[in-house]
Nanobody
Framework: QVQLVESGGGLVQPGGSLRLSCAAS????????MGWYRQAPGKERELVAH???????NYGDSVKGRFTISRDNANAAVFLQMNSLKPEDTAVYFC??????????WGKGTLVTVSS
């Protein structure tokens, strides 16, 4: 059984920064991909970013240039540095991990609210 636990969400003003973390525990093995999706109220879940075991990254168009994803393979952890946050970034952010490109495991989510 694999568990993914997110942390680092909260309330931030527009233009501010937050860093999300996600750590895997349980039957850990080498995930091919780890990443983040988000879901805003009334909207579909959308890809924020993912990173492969080899460091290849992919970002959603709305966050390119503002967010940076990184991972710690040894500790099965993934991080999301979010800068220049906008109110439209408000959402629940979900960490995921997959043995291939698609998600196999999900965290429960952490809420990010961008508001003045």
């Amino acid at each position: 059984q694999v568990q993914l636990v997110e942390s680092g969400g909260g309330l931030v003003q527009p233009g501010g920064s937050l860093r999300l973390s996600c750590a895997a525990s349980g039957s850990i093995f080498s995930f091919y991909v780890m990443g983040w999706y988000r879901q805003a109220p009334g909207k579909e879940r959308e890809l924020v970013a993912h990173i492969t075991r080899f460091g290849t990254t992919n970002y959603g168009d709305s966050v390119k240039g503002r967010f940076t994803i990184s991972r710690d393979n040894a500790n099965a952890a993934v991080f999301l540095q979010m800068n220049s946050l906008k109110p439209e970034d408000t959402a629940v952010y979900f960490c995921y991990a997959g043995v291939r490109l698609d998600p196999d495991y999900w965290g429960k989510g952490t809420l990010v609210t961008v508001s003045s």
